[in-house]
Structure formats: C-alpha cells, structure tokens
C-alpha cells in the first residue's frame, strides 16, 4: 500500500528550481532516503510533504489523502530537525507529551504514552529533565521519541544525526534502522552521506537540480549506478569517457585512449557512439608485473594515500588518469607500492559499469 | 587569583562612579529625612521619624503615592500589550527592515519630552484633534477633558516607554530557533497555541525586563505628568519637585524621595523574584 505519494511536485524560488517536477510513491513501511548534495531539493521535497513548504503545483498524499490544502499541523506527520528544535523550556517529558497535548489526549493517558515513547527511545526515566541537560545524542532521541508518540502516518527526518559526532551517529543510525523496522512506520529520511543512505534505507532517491536521478535498493544505487552524477556522488573514483569499438555477444569493446576495456552488453550501443563508464577504485586489482591488454593498463603510481584499512593509489596509465584502492598490506609500512613504481591494473568486466548520457 | 584582581581593576571605574554620584548623595539625602526642616539644606533637632509620620498620617500624600503606582502599573500593561505585537512584527519581518523599523519604534526618544509632551495638548486639548474630531462626528457636543487627567498621564508616558519594552522583547524573541515554530506545528498546533505555548514563554525574560524597565521609568518620570498632568502636585516625582523647589522643605521632599526609592526597589525586587521563579523551570540553554 502506498502511504505518501507526491505527483508532479514543482517549486520554484525566484529562477531556481527547488523542485522540478518530481513524482514519487513510497510504500506503506518503506523507509525512503532523500539523498543528494547541498542544493539538490531533498530538504523542500521533505518539507513539502510535511507542508512547511507549499509546492507551486503538483499534489502531496498521505494515506492516499490529497493533503496539498491542509496546513501543516493537521497533517499528522512527525518530523526530526537536524538541530533536534526541542523547545528549551520544557522539560523532556513535556516535550514529548505536546504533541498529544494539542490533540486534547487526558492527562494520565498522556503520561503512559510518554513513557512508552522514552522506554522505546531508551531514555526511560529522563522525564522531568531538561533539554539542555541532555547530550547530543540523548537530545535527538527525545526529539525522536515526540515525533514518534503522536503515531504519525510518517516519519520526516531531516539530516537528524548531521550534528553528531561519527561514533555517536553510527550508534544513532543502528538504533534507528532497528527501531523503525521494529514499528513498521513509513519514513522519509534526508540526508548528504551516502554510506549512512545505504546502511538505512530500504530505497535510496538520489536527488539533482529537483529531480531523482535514481530511484532503487541501496545494493542497485551502489552496484548499478545510472548516471554519471549518481556514480559521481556514490564516490565512484573512476569515471571514464570511451568510444564504443565494438558490440558482440554479451560484450562491448570500449576504447579510452591507449587503454582498452571489455564490459557487459547494455542496451542502445552502436559501435562509434560516446558513453561514460564507471569503475569502482576497489574493483582495480594492482600488480607489480603485468602487461596491458583487454581490461588492464600499464602505469605509473602518482600517490599513494594510507587511510588505515585501506590505501588509495592515483596511477597515470597512458595519460588517463585511474584511481585504485586496496586493503592495505601489512608489514608494508602501509603502502605496496609508492609514488613512481610501474604497476600493472586488472579488472573483471562486470566491474565496467555503462552510464547512461 | 589574578582573575579575581582583573576583575576588580575592570569594576574600579563604575563602582567609584557609582559611590561618587549614586551612593553618597542619595545616602546623605536619606539622612535629610530623618531630620526636621528649616529652609533648604538647614536642619533643626535630632533624629527623628517625624517626617515619615506626616507621609503616611496624611490622606493627600498617600492618595500621590497611590496615583503614582496605579498610572506606572497600567502604562506598563498598556505598553506591553503595544509593544509585544510590534515586537513579534520586527521579530518577523525581513532582516533588512530591521534597521528602519529600529529607528522608527525609537522615533519617540528623538524628540525632546518636553517637546512631546506639549505636542500632545495639540492632540488632546479641549480645541485638540480628537475632541474637534468626537464633535464633527456627533459623539459629543461639549469638549470632553482629556488633557490634565490621569489619561493624559498614562498616553504621554506609554509614548515614552514603549521602544523599551519592545526593544527587550525583540532582544529575547531573536534568541529564539524559529525551526521550534515549525516543530510546533508538525506536532499540531496551530500559530495561536504555537504563540501561547512556545513562543511567549520564551519571550518572558524579555516581557519581564521590558516592563520591570518601562514601570521604573513610569514612576520616575517628572515631565510627562508635570506638564500633561495639570497643575499642582498629582505624581510623586512632582510631589518631590514641590517640596524641594517651591515649599523649600528639603527634609520632606528627601522623605517623598527616599518612600519612592525604597517602593521602586520593593516592587522590582519582588517582580524579579516572580519572574526567576517561572523562569527557573528551564534552566539556561547551552
């Protein structure tokens, strides 16, 4: 069943366009990311949906329910801001029980309800303190708790662990996966950090200039990116323009330059077209000895960067620049190889991933 | 150690300020009172509460001093009902209205008191705007008083007073996060519970020291109700001019003064202990 669904939405602030035409369904239960750069539209196609922002047309429905009309507060959604916005002069308790309070639930009805929330939030007992004696952390997790005891037809949460530290966020991102699985609600998450878009989400929305690029499973957004803004974004280092020399079989031969590559047949190529393909750094095998050939390049280490488990590589291979990344060995001092080695780069053909113009 | 000596060195100037031109002649003032009167600054007798007797034993001196506390209280109720909306409105508006929205609130404060104060018989004089106006449209055929009555007072002094209040309100409705308008209604409330719930509390401290300023310059003010209020003494702060200037009586008007000084305190003391204990439910945010 589809709990929210946005029809043609459009916004337009002055000459740019927030929102350009975006369609969306998003089911009963899902839990959605918005994921996209600063400047992509994620954050006003969330806030239209809970009506904070007025699209200029196309429709919002919650539960099948054409919302476009109805303010904000009679849309039953509950939202998380990435500033947590509890309301300071309130105690947590208090906080939380506001939402029902302006529902006009009973006094002792309301208190079981606060309970329950921050037992689930598991914060049980931090009733009658203070925001601003609570954590980060803690903080977003009574604002959590107030978006989630209202029982909204949607979860909204906008980049609510941007504030936090890495550990702690890890800590949030688990808790959160879990929790909203646990209660089976519908939630629409933003966010600019892909990993933390992968680790949650049942689908991914990749957002540019208004519009998704992308719409899958994380597994389909990382293995498969579409275009090459989405590869770009999903930290695919290596983004080659090729000329198609061939297509036969269940392959197409591609040529960039000296290097010569083999990759799975897609639709629509015709031998002398120009397309992009993408190569994750981690796909790139990387050898001392080696000759180039169909799927392998000669070259020369430009760097070599050690980021603990892992170590990155710039290879100039030919004049096309290649990025390789590997565990790192050890007992190495980190590093296989260092700046100025020749080496010898491999890669599978599935690897060769065709983009769409 | 040092921390505590730099902070005496920064404090130096204003305490020795404040003991030269505050302390020592409003303390020697008090001491005034509690001796007789001869002819300004001469004294006779000893010690003596004879001259507080006489304030609180007399009907006309305490009926000025009810007067006084009466018109300051409602010039700040009136001034906080005026000055809160102006205050949202700026709160509100664009950032680059906020210069010339300033500068308009504090309009009032550029012209001289005296000034205004006599601008405002043009409006409310028997011949005034508004009683010209009252009998163009029939309401009335003689002039209704307006001028010199405890209206005037409390017309002339919200005039005065109100940029003060809304410039502290304005200064703790800015420190509010306007995403909690916003969290407000995503958790269902409308803009009038959003105001009554979330945003009016946290502007207390601003109402609170708006109106604990607005009601100390209300009591302490002389031009407004001596030149709005009709002649002879109505305010006490008139009452103190009177016995120093025209009756010559130092040691009274020093009693007046010392009565009006120790009522101010009182009130805002009170006030303030008011305010800190609706406010100490939230303890400061970080």
């Known amino acids: 069943m589809t709990a929210v669904s946005l029809q043609n939405i459009t916004k337009t602030y002055g000459e740019t366009r927030a929102i350009d035409n975006l369609s969306l369904e998003i089911a009963s239960g899902e839990f959605l990311t918005l994921l996209g750069p600063s400047g992509c539209g994620k954050t006003t196609t969330l806030r239209a949906i809970a009506g904070l922002v007025v699209q200029d047309s196309g429709s919002v ?104 530290d890495r550990k702690l966020r890890e800590t949030m991102q688990v808790e959160l996966r879990e929790l909203t699985r646990r209660i089976g609600i519908t939630a629409v998450f933003v966010t600019h950090d892909q990993e933390e878009a992968l680790m949650l989400s049942d689908r991914i929305a990749v957002m540019n200039a208004g519009r998704i690029e992308q719409l899958g499973s994380p597994a389909a957004i990382f293995e498969a990116p579409a275009t090459r803004f989405v590869a770009d974004f999903m930290g695919v280092a290596n983004l080659i323009r090729a000329r198609v020399a061939a297509v036969n079989g269940a392959h197409v031969n591609l040529e960039a330059g000296s290097l010569r590559l083999l990759a799975p047949r897609v639709d629509g190529l015709s031998a002398g077209g120009e397309i992009d393909v993408a190569i994750r750094a981690e796909r790139m095998a990387l050898d001392a000895a080696g000759m180039a050939g169909e799927n392998a390049a000669r070259g020369r280490i430009l760097s070599a960067v050690y980021h603990g488990n892992l170590t990155t590589y710039e290879i100039d291979a030919g004049g096309q620049r290649l990025t390789a990344r590997e565990a790192s ?4 001092g980190g590093t296989r190889f260092r700046a100025g080695d020749e080496v010898t780069l491999r890669w599978a053909p599935e690897a060769v991933r065709v983009l769409l113009s | 150690m040092l921390k505590t000596r730099t902070g005496i060195l920064l404090l130096a100037p204003a305490i020795v300020l404040m003991v030269a031109l505050l302390v020592l002649p409003v303390g020697y003032l008090i001491r005034f009172s509690f001796y007789l009167g001869q002819t300004g600054v001469q004294t006779s007798g000893g010690f003596t509460f004879a001259n507080y007797v006489r304030l609180f034993g007399d009907g006309f001196y305490l009926a000025i001093l009810w007067k006084t506390l009466w018109v300051s209280f409602v010039v700040t109720v009136v001034s906080a009902i005026t000055g809160y909306p102006l205050a949202h409105f700026m709160w509100k508006a664009a950032k680059r209205w906020r210069a010339p929205f300033t500068i308009l609130v504090l309009s009032p404060l550029l012209v001289s008191i005296v000034i205004s104060s006599y601008g405002w018989i043009v409006i409310l004089g028997n011949n005034g705007v508004v009683n010209q106006l009252l009998q163009f449209l029939g309401l009335t055929t003689a002039p209704v008083k307006l001028m010199y009555t405890n209206f005037a007072i409390v017309v002339g002094l919200v005039h005065i007073v109100t940029p003060f209040m809304v410039l502290s309100i304005l200064a703790a409705l800015e420190k509010i996060d306007p995403l909690l308008n916003e969290a407000a209604a995503t958790l269902g409330a409308n803009r009038f519970r959003t105001l009554w719930h979330i945003i009016l509390p946290l502007a207390l401290p601003g ?7 607005v009601f100390c310059l209300a009591i302490s003010a002389y031009v407004t109700p001596a030149v709005m209020g009709g002649s002879g003494p109505n305010f006490i702060t008139t009452l103190i001019y009177h016995q120093f200037v025209t009756l010559f ?38």
């Open chain 1, 329 to 332: 060995a050890p007992g190495t």
């Open chain 1, 61 to 164: 429905k919650i539960g099948g329910v054409d919302l476009s009309a109805v303010p904000t507060h009679k849309r039953n959604i509950g939202m998380v801001f990435q500033s947590h916005a509890l309301f300071p002069h309130m105690t947590v308790a208090d906080n939380v029980a506001f939402g029902l309070r302006m529902r006009g639930m009973a006094k002792d009805q309301r208190e079981a309800e606060v309970e329950k929330a921050l037992d689930l939030v598991r914060l049980p007992g931090y009733g009658s303190r203070f925001p601003s004696q609570l954590s980060g952390g803690q903080q977003q997790r009574v604002a959590l708790a107030r978006a989630l005891v209202i029982n909204p037809s949607v979860l909204l949460l906008d980049e609510p662990f941007g504030a936090l």
């Open chain 2, 207 to 213: 109402i609170g020291a708006g109106t604990t300023i």
């Open chain 2, 249 to 286: 009586n130092w040691p009274f008007g020093a009693t007046v003064a010392a009565v009006l000084l120790a009522v101010a305190l009182t009130v805002v003391f009170l006030y303030v202990r008011v305010l800190s204990r609706l406010g100490a439910a939230a303890p400061a945010a970080r």
